[in-house]
């Protein structure tokens, strides 16, 4: 029965592992710990590979822990764990956000996302041990600090937000509208969300972890565009603008755009020459922008609107937006005479 | 801030038809829907929203734990593992499996910036020229049997860098509790990198 189970956990990492693979500059790693003795042994298999381990499960029962590691900067990120043992109910912890990077999942401070939870194999007999009739869930949270990337980050230094208990078999997902990451500015948390399942201690063993998944929280952008001014008369050429953009999401693309008329979410105007960025990046990124040069794009005269915009896998977010006079024309007053 | 891939790039062109490709490619991933276009949330909206979100936490509806929260540990697989590099390839393997890092050696034991990872059966796979390797059973990597004195002579005599393994996957191997005097990963005959 224990090697059935067994197979089975590594069927499902190694499914994990099919999925992490998929994204360069990540290399993952199984672990099997021992919890009885604290022995530990490499289990990997490969991307799409299933095998059975060698090592058998200790009399405390074995955690199965899949990692990925990232090479610049060497940095590891706990992406599933599985525990097998004897009476150790099976469990399974998912995350879920609207973005779709992988292996390490990520959301940002404003966005939601759900937990899904799966819970087998408890028992619910009189006679059974309390211990082996619930196991507890864990929600952690962990600020990265100020401008902080989560690289070499000490978990035993998150805060536990909320627990529970579940006390049958079966799934449930939590949904929450926003991460719960404590900052004196809400837009600009960054770190991440931990929920752990944990049993209970019996006679043989302690109390372990046997599924845990965590999301990264990264903050939401800002920026500015300055060189130019609310309701300027621009009479000439274009001012240089600089853009200043702070946090952008990893995985975006902002550029500032210009259309006619007042300000208005939702127009699409024309791209302003030398304004779009690119990002794909696994934490946020700040630049600074020149812009100049661009008067082509403004082919008439009156008031103009300037966005910057930055789209993410969440939708299109509106940073900073200025409106401006264009009026290049010249008028040239002359009088022709003549001595007659 | 450490860039963890170097894939952002300045768009020089004047046309709007690269950002349009981009809002396909990106919406695509994140729904089928088209983006909304919005201004970026302010601290005062998502503080309202975190109060109500905070007393609709979904967490409440579950029975109250009744349990202590377990210790918390520090989870970070580089801490857990020694390295070993060489060639501008590494690995990681559990720490305590390596059982002699030879002194003329003791840098292949740190990881150089830039080194490409990967799992230890492709890294032993060319490395083999100065790695070898020490079958050990359970028991012994548990610390409950000494290693063999084979084994023991192997490591005194060996010029490569010994790692135990367990049917060919890197064990860690536990200082042993019954005999004192039987070898261990920390004994004066071998070099350990996992000795702190």
Redesign the interface.
């Known amino acids: 029965m224990k090697i059935y189970i067994l197979r089975l956990v590594l069927v499902l990492i190694a499914a994990a592992t099919l999925a992490s693979a998929q994204t360069p500059g990540y290399t993952n790693f199984i672990r099997q710990l021992q919890t009885s003795t604290g022995v530990q042994r490499d289990a990997s298999v490969a991307a799409s590979g299933v095998q059975w381990s060698p090592l058998p499960v200790g009399s405390g029962g074995s955690r199965f822990e899949l990692w990925t590691v990232t090479n610049q900067p060497l940095a590891s990120y706990l992406l599933d764990t599985k525990y097998v043992g004897a009476f150790i109910p099976v469990a399974g912890v998912t995350i879920h956000s609207e973005d779709p990077y992988g292996p390490v999942l990520r959301t940002r401070a404003d966005r939601p996302f759900s937990v899904h939870i799966s819970v087998s194999g408890l028992l619910n007999a009189i006679t059974d041990p309390a211990p082996t009739k619930y196991v507890n869930v864990l929600r952690y949270v962990q600020s990265y600090g100020t401008n902080g990337t989560g690289v070499n980050l000490d978990n035993s230094h998150a805060t536990l937000l909320t627990q529970a208990s579940i006390t049958q078999d079966g799934s449930q997902t939590l949904s929450y509208a926003l991460t719960s990451i404590p900052g004196t500015n809400l837009r600009k948390v960054r770190g991440e969300e931990r929920f752990s399942l944990f049993s209970q201690a019996q006679r043989q063993t302690s109390v372990a972890q046997i599924a845990s998944s965590h999301i990264q929280i990264w903050p939401v952008a800002d920026g500015v565009l300055s060189g130019l001014s609310q309701g300027q008369l621009i009479r000439l050429a274009m001012p240089q603008v600089t853009v200043t953009l702070n946090d952008l999401y990893p995985s975006s693309t902002t550029y500032v755009q210009v259309y006619h008329g007042n300000p208005q979410l939702g127009v699409t105007g024309k791209t302003v020459p030398g304004s779009t960025l690119v990002l794909n990046e696994s934490v946020p990124q700040s630049r600074v922008l020149t812009l100049k040069g661009y008067d082509a794009v403004l082919d008439s005269e009156g008031l103009w609107t300037m966005e910057l915009l930055t789209l993410t896998p969440f939708g299109i977010d509106r940073l900073a937006y200025v409106s401006f006079n264009l009026n290049r024309m010249i008028k040239i007053n002359s009088n022709l005479t003549t001595i007659e | 801030?450490?860039?963890?891939?170097r894939?952002?790039?300045?768009?020089?062109?004047?046309?709007?038809w690269?950002?349009a490709v981009?809002?396909a490619w990106?919406?695509g991933?994140?729904?089928a829907a088209p983006?909304?276009?919005?201004?970026?949330?302010?601290?005062e909206?998502?503080?309202l929203?975190?109060r109500?979100?905070?007393q609709e936490?979904?967490?409440?509806r579950?029975?109250?734990?009744?349990?202590e929260?377990?210790p918390?540990?520090?989870?970070?697989?580089?801490s857990?593992s020694d390295v070993l590099c060489f060639g501008g390839i590494?690995t990681?393997?559990?720490?305590h499996?390596v059982l002699l890092l030879p002194k003329a050696m003791a840098n292949r034991s740190e990881?150089t910036?830039?080194?490409?990872?990967?799992?230890?059966?492709e890294f032993y796979a060319k490395n083999r020229g100065w790695i070898t390797t020490v079958e050990v059973t359970?028991e012994q990597?548990?610390?409950t049997q000494p290693l063999d004195a084979e084994v023991s002579l192997r490591l005194k005599g060996s010029i490569c860098v010994v790692v135990a393994t367990?049917?060919g996957?890197?064990?860690?191997v536990?200082s042993p509790k019954a005999s004192p005097s039987a070898p261990t990963p920390s004994d004066p005959i071998q070099s350990n990198p996992s000795k702190h």
């Not at chain 2, 801030?1 to 891939?5: E, Y």
């Not at chain 2, 579950?62 to 349990?67: D, E, I, N, Q, V």
């Not at chain 2, 996957?169 to 860690?172: E, Q, R």
Request: with cysteine; net charge positive; aromatic share 4%.
């Open positions: 801030m450490p860039k963890q891939h894939g952002s790039k300045v768009v020089r062109q004047a046309f709007a690269p950002v981009q809002c990106l919406a991933l994140a729904a983006p909304v276009m919005k201004d970026a949330a302010t601290h909206q998502l503080a929203q975190l109500k979100c905070q936490d979904p967490m409440h579950l029975p109250p734990s009744r349990a929260p377990p918390k540990q520090a989870q970070d697989l580089i857990q590494a990681l393997v559990p720490k499996a990881f910036a830039g080194s490409t990872l990967m799992g230890w059966a359970n990597a548990a610390g367990y049917q996957g890197p064990i860690s536990l």
